[in-house]
């Protein structure tokens, strides 16, 4: 019988079933085993002799008892027919096509809007591999754990299999998964975010590695959800949740947590950053990586559009990525990036024609709309958009929704979910830079970090080396903001901006980051900007958006050697005149507020920043130390300066 088995497996996925076969299904597992020939419409190219490959899908069949097995194809009419399949059961909604061509509806379940943290875990051999930033379980307890709620969990559903590439097919940078998945709304969204198709398998030729991703909605339940990694089987196991950043495997899970574990072993980086290109007006496009926090703007970033007094002067930007950059050392010695993606998963409130028009270009057709509010004709809306409130409509919790609604302590009640999505490819994006799938990725001039700070940090600053700047880097820190639980304002440090995505212990990622900087001839500069300093009434000093060109237009200069810059205990900070501030509505005082170093502030955030050194214990490298003694020395020296 296994004999059996295996000739089955070699077919290729277009043979019928036949009469002998039928017989066969009949018995234990295989009628999952034979629909696995079955093939779905369009899915006739979809042939392997990936052995591993194809063991490891019985294997999962096996455990979770689908009905079906069909291979997503990357085709259009398979796209098709699973749109139209899910808009019957109802797991997607209809739009207005005349309003919305091409886009689709869908909306998650009430507890299962946004990444669960706590419930995203690390599994190494050894917990020292995986803590002090993440939650840890061992392989054998994961796979028991999860296996338990996998079981039998797809019957009377469909198992998708879809290969699918990060990175440009056959790129040095890109990296192979293939996830298996019984929702459609999933499958929907990979073949925007991802590359899928016969090519993922071609490349993948018959024992090429690849990343393991398995993903069950099973029930839902909070109680029942767990998004593992296995960075040492190259393996992810989530289960239990629909919302995009847990279940699109080849996003946060292999291009960040799994990806970064393979960095450090291969020597690149994995980094949760934006990557843009600024053409000035002789024609020159430089390229720059950003790492903010999730929700602290990369998309706007990445997309901005630059304010009429610099694009009257020629100045242009060009999009690349807006969430993942994975980076190389080329053979030009400078840092390349490429954007691992192809599609974007924004934020959709806040979205509108002043605070980011190519957004909303971009979302116009052909998107996927996440629980964001749906009227009863068809149409949708969320708040801080363009349009005013319909009169009533269903909210993303599937409640009926007016405007003007409050709980019972008098709260606003949101038609969209603050954290609702919209999913969309990135070549309908009007600045999208004609290299944003360059195998080779994009040359670096500067790295910038950056969160939410209303107090402290000055709107840019440059660090003195590439040491000092892994220093700011694994410093930064953001506020939580009233969206967020926790206390309002409180200071979260999220190194990188990846304390969520960052696949191994931290120390250890400082110490890549560091040698890494070691190996670059010609390293970017690294940065550090604020957007969100505020006034006295919580007012935003710096107009921001596209004015941000302003302060990249600064970073730039100084890559180039172009600009003076003022020394200051924290690292080098533009003068105001130094900035093009030309047609800008800022005064003097305010500028002067903003690039303001306050030694008394510092002072205090020297010694948060030794408790959350502290947290590092042995794996804290030497240089981060040596940085935080020179910031103290430097701080101490000023004070006495100024007496
Ligand atoms: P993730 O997709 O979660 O990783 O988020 P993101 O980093 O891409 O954030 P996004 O661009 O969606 O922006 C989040 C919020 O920041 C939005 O509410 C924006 O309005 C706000 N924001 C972005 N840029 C600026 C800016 O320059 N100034 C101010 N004041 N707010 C900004
Ligand atoms: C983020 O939270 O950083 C996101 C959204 O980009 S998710 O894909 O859900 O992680
Ligand atoms: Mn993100």
């Given at each position: 019988m296994l004999f059996l088995i295996d000739i089955f497996f070699f077919?290729?996925?277009?043979?019928k079933v036949n009469k002998k076969s039928d017989t066969f299904c009949k018995l234990k597992f295989c009628k999952t085993l034979c629909s696995y020939h079955n093939?779905?419409?369009?899915?006739?190219?979809?042939?392997?002799?990936?052995k591993e490959l194809h063991n490891w899908i019985k294997e999962m069949a096996v455990m979770c008892q689908p009905d079906n097995v069909v291979w997503v194809d990357g085709s259009r009419e398979q796209k098709e027919s699973l749109e139209k399949e899910a808009l019957s059961t109802g797991e997607l909604m209809p739009l207005d096509q005349n309003k919305w061509p091409g886009c689709i509806y869908h909306r998650t379940a009430?507890?299962?809007?946004?990444?669960?943290e706590n419930l995203t875990y690390i599994c190494t051999k050894r917990k020292e591999d995986a803590l002090p930033n993440n939650n840890w379980m061992s392989p054998e307890e994961g796979y028991k754990k999860a296996g338990a709620i996998f079981k039998g969990s797809m019957k009377g559903r469909t198992m998708y299999v879809i290969p699918f590439?990060?990175?440009?097919?056959?790129?040095?940078?890109s990296k192979i998964g293939v996830e298996l998945t019984d929702s459609i709304y999933v499958v929907l969204n990979m073949l925007i975010m991802t590359r899928v198709g016969p090519e993922v398998l071609a490349e993948l030729g018959p024992d090429g590695e690849f990343t393991r991703g398995l993903h069950g909605?099973?029930?839902?339940?909070l109680e029942r959800r767990l998004i593992l990694h296995f960075p040492e089987d190259n393996t992810i196991w989530s289960v239990g949740s629909g919302y995009g950043g847990n279940v699109?495997?080849?996003?946060?899970?292999?291009?960040?947590r799994i990806a970064s574990w393979m960095a450090r072993n291969e020597g690149w980086l994995a980094e949760h950053m934006l990557i843009m290109g600024i053409e000035n007006p002789a024609g020159n496009v430089e390229y720059v990586a950003a790492a903010f926090p999730s929700a602290c703007g990369k998309t706007n970033l990445a997309m901005l559009v630059p304010p009429d007094f610099l694009k009257d002067q020629g100045y242009r930007v060009w999009t690349v990525g807006d969430d993942i950059a994975w980076l190389r050392i080329g053979d030009d010695g400078r840092l390349r990036a490429i954007?691992?993606?192809?599609g974007f998963f924004g934020?959709?409130?806040?979205?509108?024609a002043k605070s980011n028009p190519n957004a909303l270009e971009t979302i116009r057709k052909n998107t996927i709309f996440t629980n964001v509010l749906l009227t009863d004709d068809g149409d949708i809306w969320w708040e801080q958009g363009d349009d005013p409130p319909p009169p009533e409509g269903t909210a993303w919790d599937g409640t009926r929704w007016k405007p003007g609604l409050e709980d019972r302590n008098g709260n606003y009640i949101h038609g969209?979910?603050?954290?609702s999505r919209f999913t969309s490819?990135?070549?309908?994006?009007?600045?999208?830079?004609?290299?944003?799938?360059?195998?080779?990725g994009v040359p670096i001039s500067a790295l910038i970090f950056g969160g939410k700070r209303s107090?402290?940090?000055?709107?840019v600053y440059e660090s003195f080396s590439w040491q000092h700047g892994v220093f700011l880097g694994a410093t930064m820190a953001s506020e939580r903001t009233?969206?967020?639980?926790?206390?309002?304002?409180e200071v979260r440090r999220d190194p990188m901006a990846m304390l969520?995505?960052?696949?191994?212990?931290m120390g250890d990622y400082f110490s890549h980051w560091l040698k890494m900087g070691k190996r670059i001839k010609h390293p970017p500069r690294i940065f550090h900007v604020n957007w969100f300093r505020t006034d006295e009434n919580g007012n935003f000093l710096w107009p921001g958006f596209g004015e941000n060109l302003r302060v990249l237009k600064w970073i730039l200069d100084r890559t180039n050697g172009k600009k003076e810059a003022i020394k200051t205990p924290i690292g080098y900070l533009p003068s105001?005149?130094?900035?093009?501030?030309?047609?800008?509505?800022?005064t003097t005082a305010t500028m002067e507020r903003l690039v303001e170093v306050k030694i008394a502030d510092w002072e205090r955030e020297l010694q948060d920043i030794k408790k959350h050194f502290s947290?590092?214990?042995?794996?804290?490298p030497q240089e981060l130390r040596d940085e935080l003694h020179s910031l103290e020395r430097r701080l101490e020296k000023s004070r006495h300066a100024v007496g």
């Open positions: 077919m290729e996925y277009t043979i093939t779905a419409r369009g899915a006739i190219n979809m042939k392997t002799n990936h009430v507890n299962d809007v946004a990444r669960t590439s990060m990175g440009p097919i056959g790129s040095p940078f909605k099973a029930d839902l339940d699109l495997l080849g996003k946060k899970c292999l291009a960040l954007n691992p993606e192809t934020v959709v409130p806040g979205t509108n969209a979910h603050p954290n490819p990135v070549t309908q994006c009007p600045s999208i830079s004609p290299e944003w799938d360059n195998p080779e107090k402290l940090a000055p709107l009233a969206a967020q639980y926790g206390k309002l304002g969520p995505f960052c696949g191994y212990n105001i005149n130094s900035l093009d501030l030309d047609g800008l509505d800022v947290q590092f214990g042995e794996k804290l």
